[in-house]
Nanobody
Framework: QVQLVESGGGLVQPGGSLRLSCATSGIIFSMYHMGWYRQAPGKQRELVARILSDGSTNYADSVKGRFTISRDGAKRTVFLQMDSLKPEDTAVYSC???????????WGQGTQVTVSS
């Protein structure tokens, strides 16, 4: 019933930009905090950015000033605009939805982002 589907990943050169999308279904979107996480090979999964149901945001220090998270209630979609990309941003990026009511959490399948010259 619940689906989170990421898109927009790919190969980009250092300094370039990508825009990730996470389309949701089966949830009351306005009731969920949304986040983007990433995991590189051999490294722990880390929170990249989060946007709460009230619209407030927070970012990992490593991406602050370069990435922007946003949400579109009509489209039931969360976005991650990634600018000034660095090779160390290379990872699988996954979308997360967390209910502010029950705390239940859902995950998308992930999308690969590769930053390389």
């Amino acid at each position: 019933q619940v689906q989170l589907v990421e898109s927009g990943g790919g190969l980009v050169q250092p300094g370039g930009s990508l825009r990730l999308s996470c389309a949701t279904s089966g949830i009351i979107f306005s009731m969920y905090h949304m986040g983007w996480y990433r995991q590189a090979p051999g490294k722990q999964r880390e929170l990249v950015a989060r946007i709460l149901s009230d619209g407030s945001t927070n970012y990992a220090d490593s991406v602050k000033g370069r990435f922007t998270i946003s949400r579109d209630g009509a489209k039931r979609t969360v976005f991650l605009q990634m600018d000034s990309l660095k090779p160390e941003d290379t990872a699988v990026y996954s979308c997360n939805a967390n209910s502010r009511i029950s705390g239940v959490t859902y995950w998308g399948q992930g999308t690969q982002v590769t930053v390389s010259s």
